[in-house]
Each structure stands twice: as C-alpha cells, then as structure tokens.
C-alpha cells in the first residue's frame, strides 16, 4: 500500500509548491527554467511515489528532487538571468524580505542553495546534505562561507 495516496500527493504539491519554486529559482536564476524544473519535479515525484518510505521525509524527497531537476534544467540551459530580471517574478511566493532574497540571490549556487534550504526552508543540515548529496561536513563549511559572502554584500 502507498504511503500517501493521490489525494494526499496533491494536496502536499500545493503546500510546497512555493518552496520548490524559490529553491529553483535559488539555483537557476531564470524563472521560466524555474517553473520547468517545477513541473517535471511533480512528474518525476508522482512517478517515484512508490519509492517513498516513510510520509514525514516528504518534504525532503520532493526538494531532492527539486534540486536534482534545477540541476539538470541549469547543465542543459548554461544560462542565466541578470538578478534585476527575476524581481518581477518575486510575488511568486511570500517572502517578507525581497532585498535579502536579492543579495541571496547573488551567491554562488553552492552557497544560495544551503542558505535557501536552511533559512528558507528550515531543513536541518543533515537533512541539506542527503538532498544535495553531500556531507554535512560540506553543508555546515558552505553556510559558514554563504553567510560570509551574505555579510560582505550587506
């Protein structure tokens, strides 16, 4: 038996929908590239549903996920778009503090990417490191330099 059945998938897909889309964003810059890993993010989740164990890590498997396909969406395109671009784009979800998300935004990926997920997105970093599949050795090292860089650019 699944253990969330498709009543319950859609129903989570809203609740994060947003979250999925800002860590998109976080990693390509370019909110039309960031509603295509969107999309097939919900596919490929509906796909592998079966492959989900246990109901709580939901939420974690979908941004791994996520992660994975802005990834793929990011090697396939090679483009980016200039950070004044996507500020017409931030209504997309709630986010109280538009020029933080801004200078968020200006990081280098490795770095946008463990702050979104750990500030935005309040996962622990053991939690960061499976999604991104690395250490959490490497994912403490990466906040610290991601939150250096944040301070530099304030």
Known sequence: MAVIDDEKFVELIQE???NMYRLALGILHNPSDAEDAVAETVLKAYEKLHTLRKA???????M????NEARRVY????RTAPVEDIEEYMPAFSDEHHELW???????????????????EQLS???IGKILGVAEGTVKSRLARGKKQLRELL
């Open 64 to 67: 791994q996920i996520t992660a």
């Open 56 to 62: 709580e890590s939901f939420k974690a498997w979908l």
């Open 125 to 127: 970093q053991k939690e």
């Open 75 to 78: 090697a396939k395109s090679k």
């Open 16 to 18: 994060y929908t947003a």
């Open 102 to 120: 801004d200078v968020v935004m200006k990081l280098d990926v490795v770095y946008s990417e463990v702050i979104i997920l750990f500030f935005y």
